[in-house]
């Protein structure tokens, strides 16, 4: 409520300001051009009437018209003569500001086209329409007959245009703020371009700058004394017949064109103005130089005054406006090669980085820097519709919006606010949206909120497109003033964008390429994980293999060994005979042999049917001490030849064991055998078993068995490792052999309930045992 308050409140001191501006300058022309004639030679109020409106007040028209009708109430004319009046001028000014809108001209006057425009538009042509009803209105009610009526418009054209043109461009260029910073503006860019380091050298220092502004009012103030001086002496000169031939009235123009050199379109139209106003002041006081040139004759006087203000105005601006051209066309051609080598380093900074995050912030900083704005940002659209500004740059004294994030509805309305601009724009060119001051443009609510909130007074936006979508949209924002872009700005800016898709689509294929090496790499992982499982599968197979070949070559030697050697000694005491008698017990023991030979085959294709190899044990009471005399039988050659001493010291009286024959046989051979294989010949073995109560409540007793020997003993190491299984695989090339056949004693051991170990010094000798369960397992 206390803002629609505010706004009506600031809108009626508008109207009444722009009221009181017209009715006054009204009255100041009949004040001081009180020459007794039909039409005045100058009309201010119609140069300020267009100058309002090409100001862009909303609504100023009203203004216009009510003080135009006040204005003519008070020179004693009817409500209906004020009323036509106040038409004649307003839709003279509203006819004058559609021309020259729709030309396309700019309020700046800084180029030789928008003075003609003006000069043509404005001048010229506006103020014909207000002359025709003025006229008009004159014969229709009597007050002017009808054969004047070419005079009386021409009066009242020619006042017209020379208020327009002596009023309206001081309007324009003093008090319109895009005008007023105009001047600098085409200078800043190249300013605001250069590194740091050169900027430095183009700015100057403050006492400089101080010491130059000193200067530069010195030389204003001696130009403005000069100024007033000379067009007093020159249009309040008395009338002298001798004086009438010295063109006196030339004088001021040199001091106009010294305006237009030194201080711009700003410093031209206020000389002008000034030399205008001291020309027909000078001739309503009946003196001047234009006067004695009529010889007297006032109208004379005044068509050659318009003449003289209206050549001398036209000429002033079109020399400033040529000025101007030429140094923007100089600071162009500078800006041109500032702006393709500054280009090309920030492009190359853009895309030297591959990182996506890393090229946004570095394309808002870099474009703060070269438009020297006060927020640059970039705003990320979602595949939700939503949009977040991923990107910042910022002066320290304005609000940040990095993280922002807006819904679907302000994405919506900023879309539709560059589609409506692609929609203006041929094909391809990017909807690029320049804004020189925000309050003079509607726009949606959301985005007008956003304005105000950031306090924006001029913004551009432009699109940034990947891959025929809408990345996002790089926003320039200026929040200390409106600011009246360059083309080269924006040119600029959209030179940056482009090198900006470029550097997101170079991003995102660099992503696209490190997401296929990450699975690529993946890939290989995975593979190499089942290579090694195949390693070690094989190394399984690898050790398996070696197992089977060191089984059959131990486990089967023993039988065969000793088969072998029944035959041997068959064959030597029979040297001379084709046919040997073999006893009984001979062949008994060869069957033994193969049998035991075709038990273990049988073991082992069993043992090895699968990965985890088990023992079945074929179980039967039995005396411990016939094993041992089978175990004898079998190595009794073997132990011969070794020299080997075996001493049974096993009790006759023993009670009987349940275990299984073969296997059990098997575990003395392999005691045996190992004892003889690493102790030299001569050893003495010694072979004992006693009953032991386990150290427990049960009544459970064991029969314990030792092997002991002299030999040369082992470590505790050894001890430690010599029933484990050995097998050289690819890990362990440095071992030579396994240890099959102590590691299948402890696997028989162990399946049938029993223990096995080793007790061994070095130089004493080795000492076997394991332990048994009773048949009956009772006392």
Same mark, same amino acid.
């Given at each position: 409520?206390?803002?629609?308050?505010?706004?009506?409140?600031? &809108?009626?001191?508008?109207?009444?300001?722009?009221?009181?501006?017209?009715?006054?300058?009204?009255?100041?022309?009949?004040?001081?051009?009180?020459?007794?004639? $039909?039409?005045?030679?100058?009309?201010? =109020?119609?140069?300020?009437?267009?100058?309002?409106?090409?100001?862009?007040?909303?609504?100023?028209?009203?203004?216009?018209?009510?003080?135009?009708?006040?204005?003519?109430? /008070?020179?004693?004319?009817?409500?209906?003569?004020?009323? +036509?009046?106040?038409?004649?001028?307003?839709?003279?000014?509203?006819?004058?500001?559609?021309?020259?809108?729709?030309?396309?001209? /700019?309020?700046?006057?800084?180029?030789?086209?928008?003075?003609?425009?003006?000069?043509?538009?404005?001048?010229?042509?506006?103020?014909?329409?207000?002359?025709?009803?003025?006229?008009?209105?004159?014969?229709?009610?009597?007050?002017?007959?009808?054969?004047?009526?070419?005079?009386?418009?021409?009066?009242?054209?020619?006042?017209?245009?020379?208020?327009?043109? @002596?009023?309206?461009?001081?309007?324009?260029?003093?008090?319109?703020?895009?005008?007023?910073?105009?001047?600098?503006?085409?200078?800043?860019?190249?300013?605001?371009?250069?590194?740091?380091?050169?900027?430095?050298?183009?700015?100057? /220092?403050?006492?400089?700058?101080?010491?130059?502004?000193?200067?530069?009012?010195?030389?204003?103030?001696?130009?403005?004394?000069?100024?007033?001086?000379?067009?007093?002496?020159?249009?309040?000169? =008395?009338?002298?017949?001798? @004086?009438?031939?010295?063109?006196?009235?030339?004088?001021?123009?040199?001091?106009?064109?010294?305006?237009?050199?030194?201080?711009?379109?700003?410093?031209?139209?206020?000389?002008?103005?000034?030399?205008?106003?001291?020309?027909?002041?000078?001739?309503?006081?009946?003196?001047?130089?234009?006067?004695?040139?009529?010889?007297?004759?006032?109208?004379?006087?005044?068509?050659?005054? %318009?003449?003289?203000?209206?050549?001398?105005?036209?000429?002033?601006?079109?020399?400033?406006?040529?000025?101007?051209?030429?140094?923007?066309?100089?600071?162009?051609?500078?800006?041109?090669?500032?702006?393709?080598?500054?280009?090309?380093?920030?492009?190359?900074?853009?895309?030297?980085?591959?990182?996506?995050? $890393?090229?946004?912030?570095?394309? @808002?900083?870099?474009?703060?820097?070269?438009?020297?704005?006060?927020?640059?940002?970039?705003?990320?659209?979602?595949?939700?519709?939503?949009?977040?500004?991923?990107?910042?740059?910022?002066?320290?004294?304005?609000?940040?919006?990095?993280?922002?994030?807006?819904?679907?509805?302000?994405?919506?309305? +900023?879309?539709?606010?560059?589609?409506?601009?692609?929609?203006?724009?041929?094909?391809?060119?990017?909807?690029?949206?320049?804004?020189?001051?925000?309050?003079?443009?509607?726009? =949606?609510?959301?985005?007008?909120?956003?304005?105000? &909130?950031? %306090?924006?007074?001029?913004?551009?936006?432009?699109?940034?497109?990947?891959?025929?979508?809408?990345?996002?949209?790089?926003?320039?924002?200026?929040?200390?003033?409106?600011?009246?872009?360059?083309?080269?700005?924006?040119?600029?800016?959209?030179?940056?964008?482009?090198?900006?898709?470029?550097?997101?689509?170079?991003?995102?294929?660099?992503?696209?390429?490190?997401?296929?090496?990450?699975?690529?790499?993946?890939? !290989?992982?995975?593979?190499?994980?089942?290579?090694?499982?195949?390693? *070690?599968?094989?190394? /399984?197979?690898?050790?398996?293999?070696?197992?089977?070949?060191?089984?059959?070559?131990?486990?089967?030697?023993?039988?065969?060994?000793?088969?072998?050697?029944?035959?041997?000694?068959?064959?030597?005491?029979?040297?001379?005979?084709?046919?040997?008698?073999?006893?009984?017990?001979?062949?008994?023991?060869?069957?033994?042999?193969?049998?035991?030979?075709?038990?273990?085959?049988?073991?082992?294709?069993?043992?090895?049917?699968?990965?985890?190899?088990?023992?079945?044990?074929?179980?039967?009471?039995? %005396?411990?001490?016939?094993?041992?005399?089978?175990?004898?039988?079998?190595?009794?050659?073997?132990?011969?030849?070794?020299?080997?001493?075996?001493?049974? *010291?096993?009790?006759?009286?023993?009670?009987?064991?349940?275990?299984?024959?073969?296997?059990?046989?098997? !575990?003395?051979?392999?005691?045996?055998?190992?004892?003889?294989?690493?102790?030299?010949?001569?050893?003495?073995?010694?072979?004992?078993?006693?009953?032991?109560?386990?150290?427990?409540?049960?009544?459970?007793?064991?029969?314990?068995?030792?092997?002991?020997?002299?030999?040369?003993?082992?470590?505790?190491?050894?001890?430690?490792?010599?029933?484990?299984?050995?097998?050289?695989?690819?890990?362990?090339?440095?071992?030579?052999?396994?240890?099959?056949?102590?590691?299948?004693?402890?696997?028989?051991?162990?399946?049938?309930?029993?223990?096995?170990? @080793?007790?061994?010094?070095?130089?004493?000798?080795?000492?076997?045992?394991?332990?048994?369960?009773?048949?009956?397992?009772?006392?």
């Amino acid at each position: 409520m206390e803002l629609g308050v505010v706004r009506v409140s600031t &809108y009626l001191l508008k109207l009444v300001v722009i009221t009181l501006a017209c009715f006054l300058s009204g009255k100041l022309t009949v004040s001081v051009m009180n020459l007794n004639l $039909e039409a005045s030679p100058i009309w201010f =109020p119609a140069g300020v009437a267009l100058a309002i409106l090409l100001l862009g007040h909303k609504h100023a028209w009203v203004g216009v018209s009510v003080g135009s009708f006040l204005f003519a109430l /008070s020179t004693g004319a009817t409500w209906l003569a004020a009323a +036509v009046a106040a038409i004649g001028t307003t839709s003279s000014a509203i006819v004058g500001r559609a021309l020259l809108q729709r030309a396309g001209w /700019s309020p700046a006057l800084d180029s030789l086209r928008d003075t003609l425009r003006f000069l043509a538009l404005a001048v010229v042509l506006s103020p014909m329409l207000n002359a025709t009803i003025s006229t008009l209105k004159a014969c229709a009610t009597g007050l002017l007959p009808w054969r004047e009526f070419g005079l009386h418009w021409l009066l009242i054209e020619l006042g017209d245009g020379i208020g327009i043109l @002596v009023t309206t461009p001081l309007l324009l260029l003093w008090f319109s703020h895009s005008s007023f910073s105009h001047l600098l503006l085409w200078a800043r860019p190249l300013i605001a371009l250069r590194p740091q380091s050169q900027r430095n050298q183009w700015q100057q /220092s403050p006492a400089q700058q101080s010491q130059t502004l000193r200067w530069r009012i010195l030389e204003a103030l001696l130009w403005v004394a000069l100024l007033l001086t000379l067009s007093g002496f020159v249009f309040f000169a =008395p009338m002298q017949p001798g @004086v009438a031939r010295y063109p006196l009235e030339y004088l001021p123009i040199a001091l106009m064109v010294w305006a237009a050199l030194r201080f711009g379109q700003r410093g031209t139209v206020l000389s002008g103005f000034i030399v205008s106003c001291f020309a027909f002041w000078g001739l309503a006081q009946s003196k001047g130089p234009l006067l004695m040139d009529a010889n007297g004759n006032m109208e004379q006087a005044i068509f050659l005054l %318009q003449a003289f203000v209206g050549v001398t105005m036209g000429i002033a601006l079109m020399l400033t406006a040529t000025i101007a051209e030429r140094q923007q066309a100089e600071i162009q051609l500078r800006f041109a090669a500032e702006r393709e080598r500054l280009l090309a380093q920030t492009a190359q900074r853009i895309r030297r980085s591959l990182d996506l995050e $890393e090229i946004l912030n570095t394309t @808002v900083a870099e474009v703060r820097q070269l438009l020297h704005a006060d927020r640059v940002f970039i705003t990320r659209l979602g595949m939700s519709g939503h949009s977040l500004a991923v990107a910042e740059s910022v002066d320290p004294h304005w609000p940040s919006v990095r993280g922002w994030m807006s819904d679907q509805r302000v994405a919506q309305e +900023v879309e539709l606010l560059f589609k409506q601009e692609s929609s203006d724009r041929p094909c391809g060119v990017k909807p690029i949206r320049a804004i020189d001051d925000i309050g003079q443009v509607e726009h =949606p609510p959301l985005v007008a909120e956003y304005h105000r &909130y950031c %306090q924006v007074k001029a913004s551009i936006g432009i699109p940034i497109m990947v891959c025929d979508k809408m990345f996002g949209i790089l926003l320039v924002n200026q929040c200390s003033e409106p600011r009246h872009w360059q083309p080269l700005e924006i040119n600029l800016l959209e030179q940056l964008a482009t090198q900006v898709e470029l550097a997101l689509q170079q991003g995102q294929l660099y992503q696209h390429l490190q997401t296929l090496a990450a699975s690529l790499e993946g890939q !290989v992982q995975e593979r190499t994980a089942e290579l090694q499982q195949r390693m *070690q599968e094989l190394q /399984s197979l690898n050790q398996v293999k070696d197992l089977l070949l060191h089984a059959v070559a131990h486990d089967l030697r023993t039988p065969v060994q000793g088969m072998s050697m029944v035959l041997k000694s068959l064959r030597s005491k029979n040297l001379d005979c084709s046919a040997v008698a073999v006893p009984c017990v001979k062949v008994d023991r060869m069957i033994q042999s193969c049998d035991h030979q075709l038990n273990l085959l049988h073991a082992l294709l069993e043992g090895h049917a699968d990965d985890t190899p088990t023992i079945v044990l074929q179980c039967q009471p039995l %005396q411990l001490h016939q094993v041992v005399d089978s175990a004898r039988a079998n190595l009794g050659s073997l132990l011969t030849e070794n020299q080997i001493t075996l001493n049974d *010291q096993i009790p006759s009286a023993l009670p009987c064991i349940h275990a299984d024959s073969q296997q059990l046989r098997q !575990v003395f051979e392999s005691l045996l055998l190992n004892a003889v294989k690493h102790n030299a010949p001569g050893l003495t073995l010694t072979v004992k078993a006693t009953i032991e109560r386990l150290p427990s409540l049960s009544p459970t007793r064991m029969l314990h068995c030792t092997i002991a020997d002299n030999g040369k003993g082992m470590s505790q190491d050894q001890c430690d490792r010599l029933f484990q299984l050995y097998i050289r695989g690819i890990d362990n090339q440095h071992l030579t052999g396994i240890g099959l056949g102590l590691h299948r004693c402890k696997q028989i051991i162990t399946a049938h309930g029993g223990q096995v170990g @080793v007790t061994s010094h070095p130089g004493k000798g080795s000492q076997f045992w394991f332990t048994l369960p009773l048949a009956d397992g009772k006392a």
